[in-house]
């Protein structure tokens, strides 16, 4: 297979019952591009089958790769080393529950700047097109659960004070990054768990890249495994990447 256009990761754990529908489903939509796409499975430390599941996938989607780690590091870690294993243009994670149909990514194509690879490059020129819940024109089928709701605007008027101000909805699953900025910015990332997305954010923003928040059609999963302790987890991560910019922990280079 020559180059991808398009790698698509997929970050995994104990998600045996809803990975082979999601891999049938991005298989089957990505086929129909007129470009060269490739699927990677990283494994979180999974207890379940996931990691043999895929693997069996592999041999029927002829461009999936599995990576199974034997042990639990957190989502932003397997994301992380799925971005940086994968060879596309652009880079794209998204959850394995299938919540952001991997539709929406025709969406982000437009904004594409040419310094990406694309030759679907747009007018308009971004290095990182992130899903957005939160700005008009997403759709959410069903609303999140209210005190969800309520949860997740305060934490987002908390991470835009605190680090990344302009960005309504950082916690979205659906993220993709240009070849450069995912060589360049997420080695540099410290977070290993839920607050990896505003600080894979920051650090592209801080580095001059520019960001593009899209709206998306979001499906609520209500066996979402993100719990309260999340949240909390999630700010006061946010608070650590406040204080390591401070103390200029991150070796930043200007774009």
Known sequence: MSKPFLSV??????????LPLTLIDIDR?????????EIFVVSDGSRDETADIAERFSHMIKNLHVIANKENHGKGWVVRQGML???????LFT????STSIEQ???????FSAAGGSAYSGKKSFDVVIGSRGIKGAELHPPQQWYKQILGKMGNL???MVVLWGIQDTQCGFKCFS????EKVFPLMKIDRWGFDVEVLVLAKQMGYRIKEIPVRWVNDFRSKVSLSAYIS??????????????????????
């Open 9 to 18: 990761i997929i970050p995994a754990y104990n998600e045996s019952k809803r």
């Open 29 to 37: 939509k990505l086929s129909l591009r007129d470009y060269e796409y």
């Open 85 to 91: 294993a994968a060879k596309g243009n652009w880079r």
């Open 95 to 98: 959850d394995a529950d299938n």
């Open 105 to 111: 990514f025709d969406k982000m194509v437009p904004y």
């Open 158 to 160: 908390f991470i835009q």
């Open 179 to 182: 070849e450069e900025v995912t």
């Open 234 to 255: 999630t700010l006061l991560e946010v608070i650590k990447i406040r204080w390591w910019l401070w103390r200029k922990q991150y070796k930043l280079e200007k774009n």
